[in-house]
């Protein structure tokens, strides 16, 4: 089993910055692959970004490109994302996910362990 914890949300204005932490407990030597995902209210879960942890591959959704980083410390066993240039629509309740399997995944149902999210409120 693995367990995360995601921490560093919180309120800032637009234009701000954010950096969420992801802490991975548990059988973390079995995680092929990690990412962000997040929902905002009355809207779906939407991908953010992932990162393979083989050769430290990424990907990020169109919406977040050039914004921001996804990166981890293995060391630390700690997932990272880095938001700068906050928008408004990018408030949401951001999720941590893990997968066992290795590969640069956009899908939800490709990662089998979520967090139980942390809160991020961008004002104008």
């Known amino acids: 089993q693995v367990q995360l914890v995601e921490s560093g949300g919180g309120a800032v204005q637009t234009g701000g910055s954010l950096r969420l932490s992801c802490l991975a407990s548990?059988?973390?030597?079995?995680?092929?692959?990690m990412g962000w995902f997040r929902q905002a209210p009355g809207k779906e879960r939407e991908f953010v970004a992932s990162i393979r942890s083989i050769d430290g591959q990424t990907r990020y959704a169109d919406s977040v490109k050039g914004r921001f980083t996804i990166s981890r410390d293995n060391a630390k066993n700690t997932l990272y994302l880095q938001m700068n240039s906050l928008k408004p629509e990018d408030t949401a309740v951001f999720y941590c996910?893990?997968?066992?399997?290795?590969?640069?995944?956009?899908?939800?149902?490709?990662?089998?362990?979520w967090g139980h999210g942390t809160q991020v409120t961008i004002s104008s």
């Open positions: 548990g059988r973390t030597f079995s995680m092929g692959s």
């Open positions: 996910v893990a997968s066992a399997a290795s590969g640069i995944f956009i899908n939800p149902s490709s990662f089998a362990y």
